[in-house]
């Protein structure tokens, strides 16, 4: 299958679809396919950044949370 014929059958079964979560989640993964790489690297940029600064909590810190909040 020709990369035109693929892209024809998949707007075909998009066009068909009306499950709003589903068509969101198809809109999120085709988003995220046109981030670039400096997008990207900023990310990776930011996330170096808070690690460094240590804007960071471990998994155990946010269950503690959570179960905070859910006592409120």
Same mark, same amino acid.
């Given at each position: 299958m020709? /990369? #035109?014929?693929l892209k024809n059958l998949v707007i075909s079964k998009i066009s068909?679809?009306?499950d709003e979560a589903f068509l969101a989640a198809i809109? /999120? #993964?085709l988003d995220s396919k046109s981030e670039s790489v400096e997008d990207y690297n900023l990310d990776l940029k930011k996330s170096e950044d808070d690690i460094a600064h240590e804007n960071v909590a471990t998994h155990n810190q946010f269950l503690e949370k959570i179960a905070q909040w859910k006592k409120r």
């Open positions: 020709s /990369t #035109i014929e068909e679809i009306n809109n /999120t #993964i």
